[in-house]
T-cell receptor, first 112, second 111 residues
Framework: ETGVTQTPRHLVMGMTNKKSLKCEQH?????MYWYKQSAKKPLELMFV???????ENNSVPSRFSPECPNSSHLFLHLHTLQPEDSALYLC???????????FGPGTRLTVT | GEDVEQSLFLSVREGDSSVINCTYT??????LYWYKQEPGAGLQLLTY?????DMKQDQRLTVLLNKKDKHLSLRIADTQTGDSAIYFC???????????FGAGTTVTVRA
């Protein structure tokens, strides 16, 4: 595997379900990100981890819970989501805070 | 208003040049990026330019930066059908992990 990978690529879940999104980067970077991309809205930064410490949390509802067990892996745990949470969730990584960010292919999430 | 602004749509004939424009508001921006997103895919980093440069060329891509007017453009020479995608401009202010993205320009290449 190369670059940034995300699983699953597609996810349909009910509002009472609990699921997790996984991201893995194979670039040796030390920072990882979660973004939300909704139709007709700019890309929204959700969380940033640097050296496994959370450095940014952009007023994201607590039904989204990130986890970064090491610098190569990032998870987004989901529970009791709302239909408006349906979106493309993108993971990215970079080397430091000024380095260019490389994105994964995204997980298309549909909440029913 | 938005920190980074782009026009929403561009239609171009195959073989012509495409020019995608972007304006930003923060004069302290250090890096400016162009990303490409094809349908059903993530964002692919195309190129970037440091704020002390005014031009960068990479094969068919030319980035022009007018720092005085806070204007960035991406020119794609000899546009092909595979260039149809959404193109995002983004700015970084330095070592703070934040990229500010524009809303994206949808480029459609017609035969």
């Amino acid at each position: 595997e190369t670059g940034v990978t995300q699983t699953p690529r597609h996810l349909v879940m009910g509002m009472t379900n609990k699921k997790s999104l996984k991201c893995e980067q194979h670039l040796g970077h030390n920072a990882m990100y979660w973004y939300k991309q909704s139709a007709k809205k700019p890309l929204e930064l959700m969380f940033v981890y640097s050296l496994e410490e959370r450095v940014e949390n952009n007023s994201v509802p607590s039904r989204f819970s990130p986890e970064c067990p090491n610098s190569s892996h990032l998870f987004l745990h989901l529970h009791t989501l709302q239909p408006e949470d349906s979106a493309l969730y993108l993971c990215a990584s970079s080397q430091g805070g000024a380095g260019e960010q490389y994105f994964g292919p995204g997980t298309r999430l549909t909440v029913t | 208003g938005e920190d980074v602004e782009q026009s929403l749509f561009l239609s171009v004939r195959e073989g012509d040049s495409s020019v995608i424009n972007c304006t930003y508001t923060d004069s302290s921006s250090t890096y400016l990026y162009w990303y490409k997103q094809e349908p059903g895919a993530g964002l692919q980093l195309l190129t970037y330019i440091f704020s002390n440069m005014d031009m960068k060329q990479d094969q068919r891509l030319t980035v022009l930066l007018n720092k005085k007017d806070k204007h960035l453009s991406l020119r794609i020479a000899d546009t092909q059908t595979g260039d149809s995608a959404i193109y995002f401009c983004a700015e970084s202010k330095g070592n703070d992990y934040k990229l500010s993205f524009g809303a994206g320009t949808t480029v459609t290449v017609r035969a």
